[in-house]
């Protein structure tokens, strides 16, 4: 009885830490899973290693043209291990319309990306999917900046409707972007009106 309980013992010792082995193993964003194109779930943790930039996009955007320099960024530091995860997003001003295969389609044809594009998700509200609401816990609004024409009047539209909406973390408009180092933590956040000299700046700190 006693060899029993012994050797009960050791295996709930044993299996508990395995569990914590592997909750500290699955720390910051690799403990999500996404969905790519055919909704198949990818998990992020398949990205470890990497340093990742979790963008939402949109297809009939004044910021689309950002697709080029993201594609640019890309081609330049993917070598040394640098991932960009582009989710298409249609809460902005509906300017995601469209499946994604036509997504797909617009984003190769005209601006020629060549990093991953997953399928359409919310990042906001009740449908928000995971991934991006962890994003947003981690780093919360960080102004437009106003000195830029669209950033002044995306500021002063949304200072209208809410005085203190720069207080909240949620996602503004489309082509927020989220800086992940190679152990998945959340180390930048750059809104829309950001520059890719910004972006480049600070990929290169962590490269």
């Not at 203190?164 to 959340?186: A, C, M, S």
């Not at 520059?195 to 600070?202: F, H, P």
Request: proline fraction near 3%; charge should be negative.
């Amino acid at each position: 009885m006693k060899r029993i309980t012994v050797l009960f013992l050791l295996a709930a010792v044993l299996l508990g830490s395995s569990l914590v082995a592997q909750a500290q193993e699955e720390k910051g964003v690799y403990q999500f899973s996404v969905k790519d194109e055919n909704g198949a779930q990818v998990p992020l943790k398949n990205y470890e290693g990497k340093v990742l930039l979790i963008v939402n996009t949109a297809t009939k955007c004044g910021f689309t043209p950002q697709y080029e320099e993201l594609e640019g960024l890309y081609e330049d530091y993917k070598a040394k291990g640098f991932e960009i995860l582009d989710f298409p997003c249609n809460q902005f001003g509906a300017q995601a319309p469209g499946s994604y295969e036509e997504i797909h389609a617009f984003c190769t044809g005209k601006y020629n990306i060549t990093f991953t594009q997953f399928d359409k998700v919310d990042v906001n509200g009740e449908n928000a999917d995971p991934l991006f609401t962890y994003l947003k816990s981690q780093k919360g609004f960080q102004g437009f900046n106003t000195k830029d024409r669209i950033g002044k009047f995306l500021d002063d539209r949304f200072r209208k409707q809410d005085a203190n909406y720069d207080q909240n973390p949620d996602i503004k408009w489309n082509f927020t972007k989220f800086l992940v180092d190679r152990e998945g933590n959340v180390i930048e956040r750059f809104e829309p009106t950001a520059t890719a000299a910004d972006i480049e700046a600070k990929l290169k700190e962590i490269l």
